[in-house]
Antibody
Framework: QVQLVESGGGVVQPGGSLRLSCAAS???????????MNWVRQAPGKGLEWVAV????????HYADSVTGRFTISRDNSKNTLFLQMNSLRDEDTAVYYC?????????????WGQGTLVSVSS | IQMTQSPSSLSASVGDTVTITCRAG??????VAWYQQRPGEAPKSLIF???NLQSGVPSKFSGSRSGTDFTLTISSLQPEDFATYYC?????????FGQGTKLEIK
C-alpha cells in the first residue's frame, strides 16, 4: 500500500515563502519515478483545487493559473520525494495541501492521497 | 473545463440509494473520477474513467456517463457513507473538481 506523507506546512506572513515535501513509501524501489505526482489544496471549509503536476521524470510541469509564477513543483526520484516551493504567498493560499499520486506517467486520476499539511498565511 | 456538480447537499436515510451528478462544460470523454472525503480526512478514490471501481471500493458505488453528464450512485447507504463527494476531470489541464456534494443523514 502506497503511503504519502506531507511535511513543511506552517504559519507564514504574506509575501513569505515555504517549501512543502511529500515522502512516498510502500512503492516498490525504483517505481516512484514511474508516476506523475500532483499537489491539490483545500481552503478551510471549501472544496478541492488542483495546484500543480509533475511528470514521472520531472521533465514536464503544469500549474493552476492562481499559482503560476509563484509556486514550483519538483521531485527527487532517488529519494521518493515530491516538493512544492511556494513564494510570494498570499492570504488566499491558506489551505491544507495534499500530495497525490497519478496512475500514469503524467495525466490521470489520483489513486493515492497524503494526509495533508496545513499552510496558514497570516500577518 | 468547468465541472458543475449537483446537488450541493443531500439528506438521505440509512438504506437509501442516492445519485450525484456532474456536468462538464465541454466534451471530456470518460476522464472523470469520483472521490469521497470524510470530515477531517483526505479524499479517497472511488471511481475512475467514469465507471471503473477503484480496487477495494465496495460495489455499492457505481459511476456512469451520458454525453457530458456523469453520475455517481451510492446504494444501500450506511453511516460511513455520509461524507462529501467530489467529481474530478482529468482530460486536460488545468484539472478541475466539482464543488462537492455533502451527503447528510436525514
Amino acid at each position: 500500500q502506497v503511503q504519502l506523507v506531507e511535511s513543511g506546512g506552517g504559519v507564514v506572513q504574506p509575501g513569505g515563502s515555504l517549501r512543502l515535501s511529500c515522502a512516498a513509501s510502500g512503492i516498490i524501489s525504483g517505481t516512484f519515478g514511474s508516476y506523475g505526482m500532483n499537489w491539490v489544496r483545500q481552503a478551510p471549509g471549501k472544496g478541492l483545487e488542483w495546484v500543480a503536476v509533475i511528470s514521472f521524470d520531472g521533465s514536464t510541469t503544469h500549474y493552476a493559473d492562481s499559482v503560476t509564477g509563484r509556486f514550483t513543483i519538483s521531485r527527487d526520484n532517488s529519494k521518493n520525494t515530491l516538493f512544492l516551493q511556494m513564494n510570494s504567498l498570499r492570504d488566499e493560499d491558506t489551505a491544507v495541501y495534499y500530495c497525490t499520486k497519478t496512475v500514469t506517467r503524467v495525466l490521470g486520476y489520483f489513486d493515492f492521497w497524503g494526509q495533508g499539511t496545513l499552510v496558514s498565511v497570516s500577518s | 473545463i468547468q465541472m458543475t456538480q449537483s446537488p450541493s447537499s443531500l439528506s438521505a436515510s440509512v438504506g437509501d440509494t442516492v445519485t450525484i451528478t456532474c456536468r462538464a462544460g465541454q466534451g471530456i470523454g470518460n476522464y472523470v473520477a469520483w472521490y469521497q472525503q470524510r470530515p477531517g480526512e483526505a479524499p479517497k478514490s472511488l471511481i475512475f474513467d467514469a465507471s471503473n471501481l477503484q480496487s477495494g471500493v465496495p460495489s455499492k458505488f457505481s459511476g456512469s456517463r451520458s454525453g457530458t453528464d456523469f453520475t455517481l450512485t451510492i446504494s444501500s447507504l450506511q453511516p460511513e457513507d455520509f461524507a462529501t463527494y467530489y467529481c474530478h476531470q482529468y482530460n486536460r489541464y488545468p484539472y478541475t473538481f466539482g464543488q462537492g456534494t455533502k451527503l447528510e443523514i436525514k
